[in-house]
C-alpha cells in the first residue's frame, strides 16, 4: 500500500481489559467504578453510509429493542428508533441529534446519533463537543465522501478519537487497500485495519481477525435480528478454511495479510486516544455482521470520559462534584409532552436528582427539574447519573447552548460552543397575522435550539424576522415545525446575503457605520448588532470605512 507507514510483523496486540471488568459491580456507590463503565460517543457518516442502522443494531445487542426498524420505512411503516421528528419519519432522513443509552457487558454506553446531511452540520459539531470519540461509518461502495470530510474535521478541531466502520460490505466495495490510502490521504489519518474483510458482494465470506488470526464466516442473517451462528477458522486450519472461503479467496486473503502486516500502521492505543491514528473494522450493518465484534474492539480501544476544560482550568470527571453544560435544547420532542428539554452532558461526579446546583450564566441556584434519560422520544426519570451519561431535563426558558451547571459552591463555566456562521438567509412572513403570538413563540423556541439563527430588522424589531441557516433544508425543516408544532403557517422569501459579521466591539455607533450598497444592518436575539453582505470583498471595504470596527466571522453561545 502506497502511502501506509512500515511496521513489524509482530504488531499483534493484547487489548487490556479495563480492571473494574473483572470486578463485581456495587452499582451506585462506587463513584469511580461508575464513571470508569461510562463510555459516551457519537456517530457520524455522509448521509445513507448506515449510520443509523448501525445505530440500531447497537441498541438491538444492549437489548434495548426488540428489532431493529427498516431506516427508511419503504418496506415497512416502522422508522429508524433514533428519528423520532415527524419529518424524520416522513422523509426517511435524520435532521436531529438523538441520545441513547443502553447497558452492554457492564458497559453504559451513550451514544450520541447525529444528522448526516451537510445542512446539520452545526447540529453535528454541538454533539461533538459532548462526545469522548467518535464512531465514522463509511460506505465501502463509495468510501470517502464530501460530508465525511466535512465531519472529520470537526472532529479534529476536538481532538477526539475516531473509530471507522467500513460498511455494506455484502454490497459491492472499492478495492480495500484503496479504501484506506483514500481515508489516509483525503482525512489525514493513520489507519489501523483491525480485521480485514474477504471478499465483497455475493462473494462476501466474512472477515480475518488480526488479532486472533481466525477467519469469521459470514452469514446473511434475517434483517433486523442479531447475527446468526458464524464459524471461527483459525486461518492456519488452510484445509477447513479453503472449504469455506474457496481456494481463490484464501490465496488472495494470505497474499493482503502478509502485504498488510509489512506496511500498515502499527497499532498505538495512545496514538488511537489522541486521534491520530483511527482502528479500521469492516462488516454489514444492514444484515449485522461484524457489529458485535466491533462493539466489542471498540468498548476496549475507547475511553472512560475524558477531563474538560473550564475557565479555572482542566475538571477531573471522579475527582471533581458534579458539573455539566448545555449542548443540545429541543422543544416539542412529544406533542403530548410539548415541553422543552436542555440536554446536558455531565463532564464530572454524581448527579443527584434531589441536590441543588448552580446555574452559572444565571447566576441561580436551583433543582433541575424533571430529570431524565431519554431513547430517542422515550423517556425514564432518573434519581441519579455520573460523568459520561446525557441527562434532559425540562427547561423553563433559562438555559442556553454552553451553559454550565454545576455545585452551588463552585462558580465556573466550561468552554463555550462556537456558533456556526449561516449561508442562506430568508425573510420571514406570516399568512396569518391573527397568530402573532404563536408565531413568536415558535421561531424563538426554535431558534434557542440553535437549529436556526433569527435576526431583527435594525429599526423595525421583530416586525420584520430574517432567518440565517447552515443548510437550506433547514428552511424546509422550519416551516414544517412551525405549521406542525406550532400551528402557524409561513412564507420564505430568499434574500441575497452570503456574509455575516459579529461586530466585536458594541460601542460603534451604527446608526453612523459607513457600509456598502449590499450591506444591511441586524441584531440577534439578544440585542447583538450584525452586518449582513452580499458580497466577500464588502466586509473589508466596511471595515477600512469605519475606522476602529472589529468584526468576526463566528458568535458565541
Not at 435550539?449 to 416586525?463: P, W
Request: aromatic residues 10%.
Amino acid at each position: 500500500m502506497r502511502s501506509l507507514r512500515a511496521v513489524r510483523r509482530n504488531y499483534i496486540y493484547d487489548l487490556p481489559h479495563a480492571a473494574f471488568l473483572k470486578e463485581e459491580f456495587d452499582l451506585g456507590k462506587d463513584l469511580s467504578q461508575e464513571i470508569g463503565r461510562r463510555r459516551t460517543f457519537a456517530i457520524i457518516s455522509h448521509p445513507d453510509a448506515g449510520k443509523t442502522t448501525l445505530t440500531e443494531k447497537f441498541l438491538l445487542y444492549g437489548g434495548a429493542i426488540n428489532l431493529a426498524g427498516s431506516v427508511k420505512g419503504k418496506a415497512t411503516a416502522r422508522h429508524a428508533v433514533s428519528d423520532w421528528m415527524e419529518i424524520e419519519k416522513e422523509r426517511g432522513i435524520s435532521v436531529t441529534s438523538s441520545v441513547l443509552q443502553f447497558e452492554y457487558d457492564n458497559y453504559c454506553i451513550n451514544i450520541l446519533d447525529t444528522p448526516g446531511h451537510q445542512d446539520f452540520s452545526e447540529d453535528t459539531y454541538r454533539t461533538l463537543m459532548a462526545a469522548d470519540s467518535a464512531v465514522m461509518v463509511i460506505d465501502a461502495s463509495k468510501g470517502v465522501e464530501a460530508q465525511t470530510r466535512k465531519l472529520f474535521k470537526v472532529c479534529g478541531m476536538r481532538g477526539i478519537p475516531i473509530f471507522t466502520f467500513i460498511n455494506k460490505l455484502d454490497r459491492e466495495a472499492n478495492d480495500t487497500f484503496d479504501l484506506l490510502d483514500e481515508i489516509e490521504k483525503e482525512l489525514g489519518i493513520a489507519t489501523c485495519p483491525i480485521n480485514w474483510p474477504i471478499g465483497c458482494g455475493k462473494n462476501f465470506k466474512g472477515v480475518y481477525d488480526r488479532k486472533t488470526a481466525n477467519v469469521i464466516t459470514y452469514e446473511d442473517t434475517q434483517k433486523g435480528t442479531k447475527e446468526g451462528e458464524t464459524t471461527v477458522i483459525p486461518l492456519s486450519d488452510e484445509a477447513n478454511a479453503v472449504s469455506y472461503i474457496g481456494d481463490e479467496l484464501y490465496e488472495k486473503l494470505t497474499g493482503e495479510i502478509e502485504l498488510l502486516d509489512g506496511a500498515s500502521a502499527e497499532y498505538d492505543l495512545d496514538a488511537i486516544r489522541a486521534g491520530k491514528l483511527t482502528p479500521v473494522f469492516f462488516g454489514s450493518a444492514l444484515t449485522n455482521f461484524g457489529v458485535e465484534i466491533f462493539l466489542k474492539y471498540f468498548l476496549e480501544m475507547t475511553t472512560t470520559p475524558l477531563p474538560r476544560k473550564s475557565d479555572i482550568g482542566i475538571i477531573d470527571p471522579v475527582e471533581n462534584d458534579f458539573s455539566a453544560f448545555v449542548f443540545k435544547i429541543q422543544a416539542n420532542m412529544n406533542k403530548a409532552h410539548r415541553d422543552r428539554i436542555a440536554f446536558m452532558r455531565i463532564c464530572s461526579g454524581k448527579f443527584d436528582a434531589s441536590a441543588e446546583v448552580r446555574h452559572v450564566q444565571g447566576d441561580k441556584v436551583l433543582r433541575l427539574s424533571q430529570p431524565q434519560q431519554i431513547m430517542a422520544s422515550e423517556r425514564k426519570v432518573v434519581d441519579e447519573a455520573y460523568a459520561g451519561d446525557i441527562i434532559g431535563v425540562f427547561d423553563p426558558g433559562i438555559f442556553s447552548i454552553g451553559d454550565t451547571v454545576c455545585m452551588p459552591k463552585e462558580k465556573f463555566a466550561y468552554e463555550g460552543i462556537p456558533t456556526f456562521a449561516p449561508e442562506h438567509f430568508a425573510r420571514v412572513r406570516q399568512v396569518d397575522t391573527m397568530k402573532r403570538k404563536q408565531f413568536v413563540k415558535g421561531i424563538t423556541q426554535i431558534a434557542q435550539e440553535g437549529a436556526i439563527q433569527v435576526f431583527q430588522e435594525f429599526k423595525t424589531g421583530m416586525e420584520e424576522i430574517i432567518v440565517g441557516v447552515v443548510g437550506v433544508l433547514q428552511f424546509d425543516v422550519l416551516k414544517f415545525r412551525l405549521e406542525n408544532e406550532y400551528n402557524v403557517e409561513i412564507r420564505l422569501e430568499p434574500l441575497p446575503y452570503e456574509h455575516i459579521r459579529w461586530i466585536e466591539n458594541p460601542d460603534i455607533d451604527l446608526d453612523r457605520l459607513t457600509g456598502t450598497s449590499d450591506m444591511k444592518k441586524v441584531k440577534d436575539m439578544k440585542g447583538n448588532p450584525l452586518l449582513l453582505f452580499v458580497n466577500a470583498w464588502s466586509v473589508g471595504m466596511t471595515v477600512e470605512r469605519n475606522a476602529g470596527l472589529v468584526l468576526s466571522e463566528f458568535g458565541r453561545n
